[in-house]
């Protein structure tokens, strides 16, 4: 569909400010000149998308089912609906990234990672400290702000935030633990964090070119974007069994099937 539409249009990304990572800092896969330069990277975005709407979906589905308000955090469960947002954004902002090579590509791509980074954060610093939904909010976005306004500054700088960011929550999270004695969601965030450090290490081999195929369908950039996007479903998961009264109740999500 979006071939079909930019067919349409007749736009040629050549025709717009090229991404910084060209000519060679855009990960394994060939770097094509058609619609789609990077198909394998590009539709494996795909990933990000749907889980982001399955989350969308589930908070709906079960919202009579659930607390409205977590006891550890204070957060109303209605946040968690920015974190199916920024999966959605990801997924987009990606897509468009591996599909045309732009700058602004890149920047929607840094960006929406950086909303679900700062999200976690936020979201374990809550559990430490408590934050009203406005304080969050407010946060939440001036450091959207500033990240964006760090990359365009600093661009060498984009490529780390994100890890960065993800130690930051990990670090936050083993704190929260033994503060607010979280037993829940201990095992499918350990899940999440694992699934996250396995994609980072096959991104850095996929961003050096240590494992490299151009031309296959093969791509570790492609795996990052999967493993990621199911990632992202154990996170939320685990998120969300503050506000799972069974959960709550009987302290057994040791045994959660996920």
Same mark, same amino acid.
């Given at each position: $569909?979006?071939?079909?539409?930019?067919? !349409?249009?007749?736009?040629?990304?050549?025709?717009?400010?090229?991404?910084? #990572?060209?000519?060679?800092? #855009?990960? #394994?896969?060939?770097?094509?000149?058609?619609?789609?330069?990077?198909?394998?990277?590009?539709?494996?975005?795909?990933?990000?998308?749907?889980? &982001?709407? %399955?989350?969308?979906? *589930?908070?709906?589905?079960?919202?009579? @089912?659930?607390?409205?308000?977590?006891?550890?955090?204070?957060?109303?469960?209605?946040?968690?609906?920015? *974190?199916?947002?920024?999966?959605?954004?990801?997924?987009?902002?990606? *897509?468009?990234?591996?599909?045309?090579?732009?700058?602004? &590509?890149?920047?929607? +791509? +840094? +960006?929406?990672?950086? $909303?679900? &980074?700062?999200?976690?954060?936020?979201?374990?610093?809550?559990?430490?400290?408590?934050? @009203?939904?406005?304080?969050?909010? /407010?946060?939440?976005? @001036?450091?959207?702000?500033?990240?964006?306004?760090?990359?365009?500054?600093?661009?060498? !700088?984009?490529?780390?935030?994100?890890?960065?960011?993800?130690?930051?929550?990990?670090? !936050?999270?083993?704190?929260?633990?033994?503060?607010?004695?979280?037993?829940?969601?201990?095992?499918?965030?350990?899940?999440?964090? %694992?699934?996250?450090? %396995?994609?980072?290490?096959? /991104?850095?081999?996929?961003?050096?070119?240590?494992?490299?195929?151009?031309?296959?369908?093969?791509?570790?950039?492609?795996?990052?974007?999967?493993?990621?996007?199911?990632? &992202? /479903?154990? $996170?939320?998961?685990?998120? +969300?069994?503050?506000?799972?009264?069974?959960?709550? @109740?009987?302290?057994?999500?040791?045994?959660?099937? /996920?």
């Amino acid at each position: $569909m979006l071939r079909i539409l930019l067919s !349409i249009l007749r736009i040629n990304w050549l025709n717009y400010r090229p991404a910084d #990572c060209l000519p060679y800092a #855009c990960f #394994c896969e060939k770097i094509g000149t058609g619609l789609i330069r990077q198909p394998v990277n590009a539709y494996t975005n795909l990933g990000y998308i749907l889980v &982001g709407i %399955l989350v969308l979906v *589930f908070l709906r589905r079960t919202g009579s @089912s659930h607390q409205l308000q977590s006891s550890i955090s204070g957060l109303p469960r209605r946040i968690l609906i920015l *974190f199916g947002i920024a999966y959605v954004a990801v997924g987009i902002g990606s *897509f468009i990234y591996h599909a045309s090579f732009i700058f602004l &590509g890149e920047e929607l +791509d +840094d +960006d929406s990672m950086y $909303m679900i &980074g700062i999200f976690l954060v936020l979201f374990e610093t809550a559990r430490i400290h408590k934050l @009203s939904v406005k304080q969050f909010l /407010w946060i939440y976005f @001036s450091l959207n702000i500033l990240f964006e306004a760090a990359i365009y500054i600093f661009p060498v !700088i984009r490529g780390m935030l994100f890890a960065v960011l993800m130690v930051i929550s990990f670090t !936050i999270e083993l704190y929260a633990r033994r503060q607010a004695e979280l037993k829940d969601e201990v095992r499918l965030t350990d899940i999440a964090n %694992l699934l996250f450090l %396995l994609a980072y290490l096959i /991104w850095i081999l996929d961003k050096t070119h240590l494992l490299c195929y151009p031309e296959s369908l093969f791509q570790g950039h492609a795996i990052w974007h999967l493993v990621t996007a199911y990632a &992202g /479903w154990v $996170m939320f998961k685990a998120m +969300d069994c503050e506000y799972d009264p069974a959960r709550i @109740s009987s302290r057994a999500t040791y045994n959660q099937k /996920w």
